[in-house]
């Protein structure tokens, strides 16, 4: 079973402080990943995508991969209120399949 | 302007009754897909196409069916098979040289 897992939270940082969102998958065969931001009532928004172990950085984003351990996380710095939202952790096998995992709730507070 | 959409916004549905929702993307790009996504749960896939005249069957296809007859085009058609239609559905299509799939901004199913 090809499977992503998230914890789904919700987690709560304070305004200016990093937040970590973390995601595992099961299938070694995975070869893509990707990071979505999805407001409430909305639909997912592709924030970040990672193909090779290490870490990627956008801006107050960084991705890091880890495909020994099978481990994808998200860092965001400096977090915002308009962070506040749900992200998905997605993983592709083959190209045309991709799995997502059901989401972790951040809050920022101000 | 590039893009996905989808429509209508709001579906309201009667039992019995099948209905209809609208996928289009001027992105050019072959694969589309159709998630359904119900509260605090992730997407899970209902069918795909990775080209015009093929569509396949993904995890929850039971009760739903497609079509596409046109690369721009990839209707879902909710039947009255689906006993728990309420949802939000989401169609993608995918950008072969990302391997990352762009999404509408969904459509939010209610039964009467």
């Known amino acids: 079973q090809k499977e992503v897992e998230q914890n789904s939270g919700p987690l709560s940082v304070p305004e200016g402080a990093i937040a970590s969102l973390n995601c595992t998958y099961s299938d070694r065969g995975s070869q893509s990943f990707f990071w979505y931001r999805q407001y409430s009532g909305k639909s997912p928004e592709l924030i970040m995508s990672i193909y090779s172990n290490g870490d990627k950085e956008d801006g107050r984003f960084t991705a890091q991969l880890n495909k020994a351990s099978q481990y994808v996380s998200l860092l965001i710095r400096d977090s915002q209120p308009s962070d506040s939202a749900t992200y998905l952790c997605?993983?592709?096998?083959?190209?045309?399949?991709?799995?997502f995992g059901a989401g972790t709730r951040l809050t920022v507070k101000p | 302007d590039g893009g996905i959409t989808q429509s209508p916004k709001y579906l309201f549905r009667k039992e019995g009754q099948n209905v209809t929702l609208s996928c289009e993307q001027n992105?050019?790009?072959?694969?589309m897909y159709w998630y359904r996504q119900d509260p605090g749960q992730g997407l899970r896939l209902i069918y795909y196409s990775q080209i015009v005249n093929d569509f396949q069957k993904g995890d929850i296809a039971e009760g739903y069916s497609v079509s596409r007859e046109k690369k721009e085009s990839f209707p879902l058609t909710v039947t009255s098979a689906q006993k728990n239609p309420t949802a939000f559905y989401l169609c993608a299509s995918r950008d072969p040289t990302r391997e990352t799939q762009y999404f509408g901004p969904g459509t939010r199913l209610l039964v009467l």
């Open positions: 997605a993983a592709t096998y083959n190209n045309n399949d991709m799995r």
């Open positions: 992105l050019n790009h072959d694969a």
